[in-house]
């Protein structure tokens, strides 16, 4: 059964820092695109950061030089390093993954909060 499985989320006071991982089943094949995303109640998904399978990456303007997106081929897993959080970092964060085939798959997802 194709899934991803993340980990990583959790409660840390702001400036904190927190890594979370999507590690994509191994029925999921020719990974172009991996990326994150993050929701809040009310709110629509917004992109985070996204990388290719070249290791090109892009951020939200929001997150840029905070968070690091990176990424493992050998073993299917892509990572987000997310350092001096603030409050509004807050969110369910959502791995996301296109194949070279245009299938897509969408974690679980994964609860972050930034809070003192």
């Known amino acids: 059964q194709a899934q991803l499985v993340e980990s990583g989320g959790g409660l840390v006071q702001p400036g904190g820092s927190l890594r979370l991982s999507c590690a994509a089943s191994g029925s999921i094949l020719s990974i172009y695109y991996m990326a994150w995303y993050r929701q809040t109640p009310g709110e629509q998904r917004e992109f985070v950061a996204y990388?290719?399978?070249?290791?090109?990456?892009n951020y939200a303007n929001s997150v840029k030089g905070r968070f690091t997106i990176s990424r493992d081929n050998a073993k299917n897993t892509v990572y987000l390093q997310m350092n001096s959080l603030k409050p509004e970092d807050t969110a369910v964060y959502y791995c996301?993954?296109?194949?070279?085939?245009?299938?897509?798959?969408w974690g679980q997802g994964t609860q972050v909060t930034v809070s003192s």
């Open positions: 996301y993954v296109r194949t070279s085939g245009y299938s897509d798959y």
């Open positions: 990388i290719t399978s070249g290791g090109n990456t």
